[in-house]
């Protein structure tokens, strides 16, 4: 009896000394990080020991307004403390222009100490690939594209196949109210898994339901301030925590691409070539010792294409249809011009863009006010193509109109790295 309970508090004594230890250990790291800082630092908000500024910023439901706020409180240029480590925020454009061009060599390459970034682009790919990989990578994507035929006409009859089957979706509704997000999710992951796969997607199937959903988590979740990122531990001890299902969904994402590959190395024909994954076969065909188009880097580019071509397309869509209900007058203004154009006896072309103004400079306004996300990318020729494709042949075959007769809110929200709006409901009702 009396060794049991000796032993009984033995083991209390050494889990207290483990936290009083590890508790210890964090604070001398800390006064050890700050003094090693140059306190030539701009301003910015109190920060707590060891844990910096994560408790204001995770708390934030709209991480955009609590930059703007910040921006109004410290100026121009402050700073966060996140953990262990400083982040420098600039938000007046001439700074942002000397820091990036001006004396953009001091400021080249991307950081990698976010944990979730790291575990997920690992250096390579599109998004976060660094150094000569990252522009060899972005120049083949390019290349690819424009071999395959993007801007052209054999891209734009998959779009007009891949309108007729959202407007089947479309006129299920009957003209009731619906959430535009899922549709077009759908219309852009089809248009994009066509491209690199050479296969169309099979509405409704579970499957492709999942990877939109994986998608849209992804999007939603990710974020330089997930308390992850600065203590990857917390992983398995925070309830919920979205960083293990990114990460797990993006394992799952890797499988997937990595199957398509496979079956491609069986049906290779280089003299037949179907679609970006043979662009890339026929690539490793002429420089099989290439040091930077290597499999691990073209695996993390195809499903950064295969990620950003979907959401960003569909978001960028339902805005541009929100903004078409909530102001008529504008939407008939851009049909008149469709018609103009076209008589609305046939669709519209990328060749029609040079002659609708009105319905190009819409598209960019919508685009200035509700910015979906950084657009300068390799994808952004196709995203431009995508989105005038759609937009100005769905409006030739459908009207947008308000869910209700309450005024429409055009507010939205930036969840993760993506502005979206608070409500997506719209009445599509055929012309």
Known sequence: MGDSIFQYFTEIINVQCFLIGLVTLLIARWFMTRSKRTYNLPPGPTSFPIIGNLPQMITVTDLSEKMKDLREQYGGIFKIDVGFDTMIMVCKTEWILEGLVKKGDQLKGRSYWFYLFDKVFRKKGIFFGIGKEWKDVKKFTLSAFRDLGVGKRNLEEQIYLEIQELGKVFDSYNGKPFSLKKPLAQF????????????????????????????????????????????????????????????????????????????????????????????????????????????????????????????????????????????????????????????????????????????????????????????????????????????????????????????????????????????????????
């Open 188 to 431: 852009a992951l089809s248009i994009i898994h066509h491209i690199i796969f050479g296969e169309r997607v099979k509405v409704g199937e579970t499957e492709f339901q999942k990877i939109l959903d994986d998608f849209a988590f992804f999007f939603k979740n990710v974020s330089a301030f997930v308390p992850e990122n600065f203590l990857p531990s917390l992983r398995f001890l925070r309830w919920k925590s979205p960083v293990g299902r990114i990460i797990q969904n993006d394992e799952s994402a890797r499988s997937y691409v990595k199957n398509k590959i496979i079956e491609h190395k069986e049906t290779f024909d280089a003299e037949n070539i179907r679609d970006f994954i043979d662009m890339y076969l026929l690539t490793l065909e002429k420089e099989p010792n290439s040091e930077t188009l290597t499999g691990s880097n073209m695996l993390r580019a195809i499903l950064d294409m295969f990620t950003g071509g979907t959401d960003t397309v569909a978001l960028y869509l339902t805005w541009a249809f929100l903004y078409m209900a909530k102001y008529p007058d504008m939407q008939n203004r851009c049909r008149e011009e469709i018609k103009q154009i076209t008589n609305m006896s046939r669709p519209v072309t990328m060749e029609d863009k040079r002659s609708m103004t009105y319905v190009a400079a819409t598209l960019l306004e919508v685009h200035r006010i509700a910015p979906i996300g950084p657009r300068i990318c390799a994808g952004m020729s196709l995203t431009h193509f995508e989105t005038f494709i759609a937009f100005t042949n769905i409006l030739q075959k459908y009207k947008m109109e308000k869910p209700d007769e309450t005024p429409m809110t055009m507010e939205g929200i930036q969840t993760g790295i993506t502005y979206i709006p608070v409500s997506d409901n719209i009445r599509v009702v055929p012309l």
